[in-house]
């Protein structure tokens, strides 16, 4: 009932929940990285801590922003996504018409004339 009495605070809030979950993932695979010596994957995992929180922070700190950064980033999470799928129900077209092919039941005498 709240949200519907004020979308825009409730829309502040979501921010900001997001902000600290970005915020607590990020530290959260720095530690991770630090913990597991995990080498060269360790170093990406650090880096993408550090984006995660990069993104919080500036979420926090412009929320205005943060919110039209959240919206680019689900708008291209879809675009990948949408394009994935469709690479993959390429994929499955192609596996279909192979598998078709290949339990086509297959003459291999000729039948017998009687008579």
């Not at 993104?55 to 943060?66: E, K, Q």
Request: charged share 10%.
């Amino acid at each position: 009932m709240l949200t519907l009495a004020t979308p825009g605070v409730t829309g502040v809030v979501l921010l900001y929940l997001i902000a600290a979950w970005a915020i607590v993932t990020g530290v959260y695979a720095i530690v991770l990285a630090f913990a597991w010596r995990i080498g060269r994957r360790g170093a990406l995992l650090v880096l993408g801590g550090l984006f995660s929180i990069a993104f919080g922070v500036i979420m926090f700190t412009h929320p205005g922003a943060g919110a039209i950064a959240l919206l680019a980033l689900v708008a291209a999470f879809l675009l990948v996504t949408g394009a994935m799928q469709i690479a993959f129900a390429i994929d499955v077209r192609h596996v279909t018409v192979e598998l078709k092919r290949r339990l086509r039941p297959r003459v291999t005498a000729k039948p017998l004339a009687q008579g």
